[in-house]
């Protein structure tokens, strides 16, 4: 086993655009609609009236249980909510009988600053209405943000049996391509997704939007497979701690059970470290002593390693934002740990020129969720 993962790395670039050999899969992050240019999207939920909106921004971003979510109440109004971690962003919550190009709208200041538009169908319910408005509003923005990216949740499929859940995602799908079709947009950039609140696959969904805003991501993804293949990781995450979100893994097949795996870890990390943290302390310019105001330092180092079955599972925290998960086989066992914290304190340095704004502008005190 090696001992250094990338030899020096004075000079680690964006890497904005994929390789033109692989076709693109994600945006670069650049934000073709943003006039301020300020690096924070905006993720718009929107869909029909009980759709599911504020259920899966409040399980996301607030760690609402989902049985809890049945007693919110109806969207009334735009809701507009700063998400800060890892990389600021907005949630806007539009309620469903909402008509947004309405002339009483101000369309400019709703998508000029988008990130993804994403579209909740319910899929317990009569969804014709809700592709309709959906492909309305696609074409309707064709004509000033032609590069929007659309994401399509098609939400509350865990009430549909297997066989059902599939043909709904397949109908839904047709629907929305073939409408689009008929109206000359052809191979409009829609993806879509089955997600639900009582599973790991609304955050699955999330993190593959939100991955698609982050310019770094090629270089994230190239620094986990190098990352993986000197220390025989079989699988390597990098999670938002706040919302379960993955940022970035390496280009192995990613399967749902090695994701909820590291997701339920996560979970048991942030119940241990809100009994046992502690507040970081530096030196001030003076010498004098004071909270830590960095967000880019080690947040407590804390490395976690755990047999499970038959595989390792490795957890070491990046910052107070960020943590990497590894599963490792029985090729990289316990005696072989030192090595491999030395690796990943060399990819954690790299981490720190991917984002070199992060030691300047993450908050010092994370947001109560």
Known sequence: MGIRILGD???????????????????????????????KPRLLLMGQRRSGKSSISSVVFHKLPPSETLYLETTTRIKKESMHSFMDFQVWDFPGHLDYFDPAFDVDNIFDEIGALIWVIDAQDEYLEAIQRLNTTILNLQHSYPNINVEVFVHKVDGLSEDYKSDTFRDIIQRVQDELSDHGYENAPVSFYQTSIYDHSIFEA???????????????????????????????????????????????????????ICSDYIDVVIDVSEIYGWERT????????????????????????????????????????????????????????????????????????????????????????
Not at 219 to 242: G, P
Not at 298 to 321: F, H, P, V, W
């Open 206 to 260: 999330f993190s593959k939007v939100i991955q698609k805003l982050i310019p770094q991501l090629p270089t994230l993804e190239a620094l986990l497979n190098s990352l993986c293949s000197t220390c025989h990781i079989e699988k390597a995450y990098l999670f938002d701690v706040l919302s379960k979100i993955y940022i970035a893994t390496d280009t192995s097949p990613t399967d749902i059970g090695s994701y909820e």
């Open 9 to 39: 790395h004075p000079d680690l670039p964006d890497a904005e655009v994929p390789p033109s050999s692989v076709p693109p899969r994600f945006h670069t992050g650049r934000l073709p609609n943003s006039k301020a240019g300020d690096g």
């Open 282 to 369: 530096g030196e001030n310019q003076n010498g004098a002593s004071e909270l830590e105001e960095t967000g880019n330092k080690d947040a407590e180092s804390l490395i976690t390693m755990e047999r499970k079955g038959n595989n390792y599972l490795y957890l070491r925290e990046i910052n107070k934002y960020l943590a990497l998960i590894c599963l490792m086989g029985d090729d990289s066992p316990a005696d072989k740990k030192a090595l491999i914290d030395y690796n990943v304190g060399v990819f954690q340095d790299a981490l720190t020129q991917v984002f070199p704004r992060a030691d300047r502008e993450m908050p010092a005190v994370a947001p109560e969720v």
